[in-house]
C-alpha cells in the first residue's frame, strides 16, 4: 500500500475541489482499501466522503431517490424499497455479507471493480490495471468470467448485484462535478471494455455520484432477483437475472429483465422482454437471454445458465406460463 | 457418556487465547515473505536497492543474501530442503525471501519494490495430462494383490463377477485453509530459541529446528498452546518458520512473520488431486468377488508425497480377490502434503461411488450391498478387526434416518423446484496407539495440571485431558487445567492420524494413577501427615484412611508441600493379531435445483462406532466439522493450477469456496460408545478424520438417486449438473 494523504470534508464542494487525479473518494471503503491493500489501486489522496451530506431514501412521485453514501443493508430493508422495489431489496440481500452490506455504500456499490482474478493480482498482466499488458483470463482461470460484451482485452464480470437490478428499473445516476451536476443512465453509465477496459464508466475524473434514482414504475412490485452461484450465500454470481413483469388479466404486458454475473457490465436483455410482450413462452423468451455470448474454455456453461436463470426469475415472479 | 464443555472455549471466545501471532515481545520486527511469480526456473537475480531503502527496512533475505539454514535431516511431508539456499524455483509461489521491518506494512510495501528476475522454463503443470505417463510412486509397493487360491490375476477374478462394473473417479487439488493463517514468533535469549508457532506438534519444530539451525534441542523451546485449525497443513514446518528464527538471530531482536491469505495457499501444503479407475466385480446377490482400484496421485516436483489413494479398497469391503496399484504424476506445484484423511477421503470417494453404481446395476438397495459386504476381517490379511459394529450402524442410521423412503428410481422424488435424493455411505478411518508421556501435578491449591507436548487444533483435545484427569482423580472437571503445546512437557503425540486422543489419553490415565500413588506416598510417609503409617485410598480428590479423609490439597497445604507430581508413559500398542479401524455409515439428501442445478445438501445424519467417547460434545463437532469438510470437498473445493503457469488461479478465500453456514444443515451423529479394549484401557481410537471418509461419496450418491446424473469429477458443482 503506497502512503497516500488523507482528507475528510462536511461538503459536497469541498470534497469536489480535493477531487482530480490520482485521488479516491472513500464511503465504505469495502473495495478501494482491499484493492490498496493489495497495491491494484494506490491514490495519492484518500477524501472520505462519509460526512457529506449524501443521505436519504426517498419515494417521490417521480420514483425512489436514494442518497449516495446510504448502506446496502439500510435500503434493503427500507420499507418503500422492500414492498415497491424487491428486486432491488433481494439483490442487496443476497451481495456480500452481513459485514460488508453495513459498510459499502450504494454509490460504492456501483463503482465496485470486478473481482477477476488477474486484475487483482499484480503479479499477473491485465489490460484493465495496465493497459496492454495482455489478459491471461482469456486462456487461463475464467470460470468465473463473462460470457457477454467481452472483448479480446477483457473478459472481466462486473460484480454488482444491484446494478443489475437497477439497470433493469432504468435507473440514473447522478453525478456532481466542479463543473456542475449531470444525470445518466446507469445503462449508459457503464463501457463495454472493447479496447479500453480500464476505462469502465462515463464518470469524468473528480466527479462524484451523489444520487441513484429509480423511476417509478408501478408493476416492479411484481420482481424478484434470483441469483445462482456454488454456494448458498457469501459469494459473487455465476448468473443472476432481475426481472420485473406487468401482468395484467393474466397476460405478461410488459417486461423488464436484466442479467449479472455474464456481463462485462449489467446486462439488459431488450430482446428477451420484446419477445414477453409479444406473448412469447418463457421457455422462448429466456432462450434469447444469452444471445451474442463468446463462452471462454471454462465458463461456457454460463451459456445454458444465464437462460435457466432468466426463466426461474420469470416463473418466481409470474408462475410457469 | 458426560458431556463437557470445551475448557478454553471461553478463552477463545473472548479473544484470551493467545496463538503464534498474537505475541509481542519487546522490539519485534515483522517480516513478510516474498514468493515466486514462475513455477520452474531459476532465479537470475532480485533487485533490492529500493526496497532495501524504504521506510523501516532492517533487513532483506533472498538466495543472493541468505540466512544460513542447514538441509532438512529427514522427510516430514514438507519441503525437502529449507528456503533461500539456492536460486532454484521449483513452484509458483515458493518463499523466494525475507524483508524484515520495523512495522508489517514497512514490510509488506517494501516487499513489492524487489524486482526478480527469472530463467523460466515451461512447467508442468496439469494433473490431466500427466495422467498417462503416470510413474510409479516414490515409496511403497507399486501394486498390491491379494488373491483367492487358484486365481492367478484380478482380472479373471473380475471376468468371474456375474455383474461388473468399471468407472473413473477424479478429485481436484484441494486445500485446507484454516481459520488461523500459519505465523511463527521468534525471539533468542543468549544462544537460546523461543519461538511461538502454529504448529500440530511442537516436538516437530523442535526436531526441524534442530536440523536446519545447527543447535541443539535443549535450546529450542516451542511453545504454542492454541491452534486455529491445523488438518494436517501444520504437520510440516514451511518456509516462514526457520527463516523467521535465523531472521531474529541475526537481527539480536524478536521477529514475527504471518502468512497472507495467498500465501496460504502456495507456501504451505495442499492435497493432491487423484484420479481412479475402479473395477468391481459380484455375484447376483451382490457378493464382491473382486475389486480392483488403479490409483494416482499428484505429487510435488518439491516432496515425496502422494496419497496412494486406492489403499482404502484394500479394507473396507470383503472380497476374496482385491487389486490395488499406486502411481504418480509429478508436477512443478506447491508441496502436497497430508490433509485431513489423507488418501482415505479422496479413496472413499471412488469407491462408495463404485459400490452405489453396482447397486444400480444390480438393482439392489445400496445399503443392502454394503451389508452384503461386510466383514469381520480385513480382508487384505484376514486379522480380525477388534471391535467392530458396522451392522448396528447401518441398522440405526437406517431407521432414524429414513431410509426406506428412499425411491430406488432416481429423479422421482422432487419438492417444488427441487430434485430430492438420499445417498449413503460408509464412514471408517483406521486406528493405532502409539507411545505418549504425560505429567500429572497435584498442586496445594487443590487444582491438577496436566501436561504433555499434544496439540489441540480446536478439537476438543486438552477437554479430553482434563476429563480424564478428573475423573481419574475424581474432581471437578474446572479444577483440572490441561498444558498443552510446550515443548518443555513430556513427549506426547503429534495432533495427526486421529491418534492424539488413542495414544495421549492411555497415558493421561497412567499418569493421574501415578499421581494419585505419589499422593498416597506422601501421605503416609510425611512425617507430619495425620495418615502416617496408615493404610489410605485415593479417591473423590481426597486421601482416606483411619476414620478420616482429606482432599489432596488441604492435605499439600497442611504438610507445606506445593505439589507433588509424576509422570507416566503409555507404550506403543502392543496387539498385533488384530486390526484396528472405527466403522460408521452416512445418511444424507440433496436437493437439486430443476432449472439451475445447484446442489444444496438438506439433512444429515452419521452414525459412529470409534470407540469410547471420551467427551460426546466435542467428539460431536469433531464428526460434524469432517462431514462439514467432506460436503466442501463433494460440492465446492477446486484449487485449479493454471495449465500454461503452474499459478494456482483461484488462490484466496473469495475465489476457493469452503462451506459457509448456510450451506450446512443440522448434522445429527449418533455413538455407539463400544469400547475398542484391546487397543487400550480407555477404548478410544479416535475421531479427527473419521467425519470426512465417505461424506463426499454419500453426497455424490444422494445426488444421483436426486438426479438420475453420476458425477464422477469432484467437485459436483452445478453446471455438471445442467
Known sequence: ?321 | MRSVDREDGPLKVTGAAVYAADHHPDRLAYGYLLTSTIARGSILGMDTGQAAKAPGVLALYTPFNPVKLYPYAKEENAELTPPLQNTDVRYYGQAIGLVVAETFEQARDAAALVITRYSAQQPRASFTDGLPSAAPPPSGTPVVDVLAPGVTSIDQALAAGDVTLTATYSTPVETHVAMEPHATTAFWTADQLTIYTATQGVRLVVDRLTETLGIEAAKIHVINPYVGGGFGNKWGMWAHTPLTAAAARALGRPVKTVLTREQVFSVVGHRPPSSQTVSLGAAPDGTLVAVKNDGVSGKSASNNFYEPVANLSLVLYGSANLHVSRKVVTLDVPVTTIMRAPQESNGSFALESALDELADKLGMDPLDLRRKNDTPIRPSDKLPWSSKHLQECYTMGAERFGWSRRSSKPGTVTDGDWLVGLGMATATYGASRGQASIKVRLRDDGRAIVSGTAADLGTGQSTVFAVLTADGLGIPVGRVVPQLGDSATPPAANAGGSGSTSTNGPAVQLATDAAKAAMVTLATEHDKSPFKGQEVTFSNGEIRGGGREMPFGDLLTLLDVPAVEATATSPRSPVRDHAFRSFGAHFCEVRVNRWTGEPRVSRWLCVVDAGTIVNPKTARSQIAGGIIMGIGQALLEDLRIEPETGRFGNATMADYLVPINADIPDIGVEFLDYPDTLLSDLGARGIGEFGIVGAAGAVANAIYNATGKRIRDLPITLDKLL
Open chain 1, 1 to 321: 500500500m503506497r502512503a497516500f494523504d488523507f482528507a475528510a470534508p462536511r461538503g459536497i464542494a469541498g470534497a469536489l475541489r480535493l477531487a482530480g487525479d490520482g485521488s479516491a473518494f472513500l464511503a465504505g471503503g469495502t473495495t478501494l482499501v482491499d484493492l490498496m491493500k493489495l497495491n491494484v489501486l494506490a491514490p495519492e489522496h484518500v477524501i472520505d466522503i462519509n460526512r457529506l451530506p449524501l443521505r436519504g431514501i426517498r419515494l417521490g412521485p417521480d420514483g425512489l431517490h436514494i442518497g449516495a453514501l446510504e448502506r446496502m443493508d439500510d435500503i434493503a430493508r427500507h420499507g418503500a424499497v422492500a414492498a415497491q422495489y424487491p428486486l432491488i431489496s433481494q439483490a442487496l440481500l443476497l451481495s456480500a455479507s452481513p459485514q460488508i452490506r453495513n459498510m459499502a455504500s450504494i454509490g460504492g456499490n456501483l463503482m465496485q471493480r470486478t473481482r477477476c482474478g488477474y486484475f487483482r493480482d499484480m503479479a499477473t498482466s491485465c489490460n484493465k490495471r495496465s493497459p496492454g499488458s495482455g489478459c491471461p483470463a482469456q486462456t487461463g482461470d475464467n470460470r468465473g468470467h463473462a460470457v457477454l460484451g467481452t472483448s479480446a482485452s477483457c473478459a472481466a464480470t462486473h460484480a454488482s448485484d444491484v446494478a443489475v437490478a437497477l439497470v433493469a428499473l432504468d435507473a440514473s445516476v447522478r453525478l456532481r462535478g466542479r463543473d456542475g451536476e449531470r444525470s445518466v443512465r446507469l445503462a449508459d453509465f457503464y463501457l463495454l471494455p472493447g479496447d479500453t477496459p480500464h476505462v469502465e464508466n462515463r464518470l469524468r475524473p473528480g466527479e462524484l455520484i451523489t444520487e441513484v434514482i429509480v423511476p417509478r414504475l408501478q408493476w416492479a412490485r411484481h420482481s424478484t432477483y434470483v441469483k445462482v452461484r456454488d454456494r448458498q450465500s457469501y459469494e459473487f454470481a455465476l448468473a443472476s437475472a432481475a426481472v420485473a413483469v406487468d401482468l395484467r388479466g393474466g397476460k405478461v404486458r410488459d417486461a423488464r429483465v436484466a442479467v449479472g454475473g455474464v456481463g462485462t457490465v449489467p446486462w439488459r436483455l431488450p430482446a428477451v422482454e420484446a419477445a414477453l410482450r409479444a406473448g412469447q413462452s418463457f421457455e422462448r423468451a429466456s432462450a434469447l437471454a444469452a444471445e451474442g455470448a463468446r463462452p471462454l474454455a471454462g465458463n461456457s456453461f454460463k451459456v445454458e445458465l444465464v437462460q435457466r436463470t432468466v426463466l426461474r426469475a420469470l416463473m418466481e415472479v409470474a408462475g410457469s406460463r
